[in-house]
């Protein structure tokens, strides 16, 4: 059994039940993770995001805002992450008329105890929900999807990279 409580489970204390991790003896380091994501939807809901022709007005910009403000209160929605000083929070957004749809990823800097990739993940998915309210009124079939970490850096856990595509953002 690890110091966690459980094998591999280092939210599990020896009796079960849920816990925080105790990062206090953890060094500081610098820490970044990327974190990536996709919404899917008809190519006229596309258009009339790139074109910024929604009556709710800028998709984009306000997709970028509400990640940058996710990832800022991550430990606030996700119960056992620990509040962060995040340095730097950056969204980029790509329209993909392959899906149709927009590809979102999301980088999230911090020098810290713990890492960064809850902020990241949550900073994504919520500028992919934010992406859909305001393209609902024209498609409410969009579908958000693949919601992973592409890579992180920093903290005693190594490194970690996933092969992902590129693009153009904007």
């Known amino acids: 059994m690890t110091a966690g409580g459980t094998d591999g489970l280092s939210h599990v204390a020896a009796d079960g039940s849920a816990r925080m991790v ?13 974190a990536t994501g996709l919404i899917r939807m008809q190519p006229a809901t596309l258009a009339a995001i790139v074109r910024n022709q929604l009556a709710k007005g800028d998709v984009i910009g306000v997709a970028r805002v509400a990640g940058i403000m ?9 119960p056992m992450c620990h509040p962060l000083p995040l340095t730097d929070v950056a969204l980029s957004f790509t ?22 990739e809850m902020e990241a993940l949550t900073a994504v998915a919520v500028s992919l929900l934010t ?7 024209i498609d ?5 999807c693949d919601i992973s970490l592409a890579e992180k850096t920093g903290g005693a856990g190594g490194d970690y990279a996933r092969l992902v595509g590129t693009g153009s953002a904007i």
């Open 131 to 137: 992406i859909y309210d305001m393209a609902k009124a």
């Open 140 to 144: 409410r079939g969009m579908e958000v």
């Open 70 to 78: 996710a990832a800022k209160r991550t430990a606030e929605l996700i």
């Open 22 to 34: 105790d990062v206090s003896a953890k060094p500081e380091t610098a820490r970044m993770a990327r």
């Open 95 to 116: 329209p993909d008329d392959r899906l149709p749809g927009v590809r979102v990823e999301a980088v999230a800097r911090t020098v810290g105890r713990t890492g960064v």
